[in-house]
């Protein structure tokens, strides 16, 4: 029987809460589908700060690189506002990507039926199964370039070599062979040296996968097309920032950020598994949040590090069968169950 060994960065704010339902989930595919899991925890965060006076331990590092994967809760919060920019809590987050390697970022926008009402955007615009897998890379570009300020000045520069946008491109060029067999690339090459590179290497890369059509879209006209038409996308190519942005307008397609899973990998098995949501401070504690972006993280962990494609399945559909009558408050509609964020995680375990 496999037997794996996983990293819980709980974080910050509804972190601990929503993690703690992810947990519970993984446990019972696990029963079910005849694998073990172990789990170690770490600090990450807001409260790596508070314990050990910086975002990111050294000991966090070493246990995540010890481990078969890592489940992130998230991180930040007013608290550590005052922090300076290289030990606020979202250093870590960055900092962990760059200790593990985490150069592909996987954040599907999959609308479940039951949630079609919950989208700002009409059904006849959506469709009947929008699913778009949006790639991001995550190492590079601006978030990791030179930045500085002066007294009235500040700066951050975006910055990327052939070598980073080819192993991005490959990994999107992969997706789409699995897929639609349909890839666009979205840059601002009209304004943008960088972009410039970017389009010109990804045509480079297009050249080892004939069968995939290959578009490109300024990321302002994509913005625009996935509110006009999202359903001509299958799979979206693009630079950190402006995969940061698009991956979040897209959860809102889908009906709410607290439905979308990530996941973040190297180039090995190993990953980093998170909800594409914030920390949410504000709610912290009262039982509310929304664990199923998280649950649905541990699906995608499942079918791209572990290997258990199967329970991958299972969850996601157990999810859609609770979604039917079942809702937490943050997308809750009349005549549905309101349940809280535990009773949530307790729901999926018996859909499976």
């Known amino acids: 029987m496999a037997d794996y060994k996983i990293t819980l960065l709980k974080g910050d704010g509804i972190g601990p809460e929503i993690v703690d339902q992810a947990v519970k989930v993984l446990n019972k595919a696990a029963d079910k589908f005849g694998f073990g899991v172990t789990y170690d925890e770490a600090l990450l965060g807001g409260c790596a700060i508070d314990a050990t006076g910086v975002p990111l331990p050294e000991e966090t590092v070493a246990k995540c690189k010890a481990s078969d ?3 992130l809760g998230a991180v930040g919060g007013p608290k550590w506002d005052d922090q300076p920019g290289n030990n606020r809590p979202e250093a870590g987050l960055l ?3 760059g200790a593990l390697g ?5 954040r599907p926008s999959v609308i479940f039926g039951p949630l079609k009402s ?3 955007i009409k059904d006849e615009i959506i469709g009947d199964n929008m699913d778009i897998m949006i790639v991001r890379e995550l190492t590079g570009g601006i978030y990791f370039g030179e930045r500085g300020k002066s007294e009235d000045a500040a700066w951050d520069t975006e910055k990327y070599s052939v070598a980073e946008i080819e192993r991005i491109a490959r990994v999107a ?3 789409a062979m699995k897929r639609n067999k349909k890839l666009t690339s979205v840059d601002k090459a009209n304004v943008l040296e960088s972009s410039r590179l970017w389009r010109k290497t990804v045509i480079e890369v297009s050249k080892e996968y004939p069968e995939v059509e290959l578009n490109h879209m300024y990321v302002d006209n994509c913005a ?5 038409n999202p359903k001509q996308f299958d799979v979206i190519v693009t630079s ?5 942005i698009l991956s979040d307008e897209a959860s809102m397609i889908a009906g709410s950020i607290g439905m979308l899973a990530s996941a973040s990998l190297s180039g ?11 920390s949410a401070p504000d709610i912290a504690g009262l039982g509310i949040a929304n664990p199923l972006a998280t649950i649905l993280s541990v699906a995608m962990m499942l079918r791209y590090s572990l290997g258990q494609p199967q329970a991958a399945d299972a969850i996601e559909a157990a999810v859609s069968e609770v979604l039917k009558t079942n809702r937490t408050p943050d997308i809750y509609e009349d005549g549905m169950n309101k349940v809280s964020c535990s009773q949530m995680g307790d729901l999926v375990c018996e859909a499976l």
């Open 69 to 71: 994967s890592v489940i």
């Open 95 to 97: 900092g962990i990507r």
């Open 102 to 106: 985490l150069f592909a970022n996987l």
């Open 118 to 120: 919950a989208s700002p």
């Open 173 to 175: 060029f992969d997706m």
């Open 224 to 228: 625009m097309q996935l509110v006009r």
């Open 240 to 244: 950190n920032i402006f995969g940061d």
């Open 268 to 278: 090995g098995k190993l990953g980093l598994y998170e909800p594409i949501h914030g």
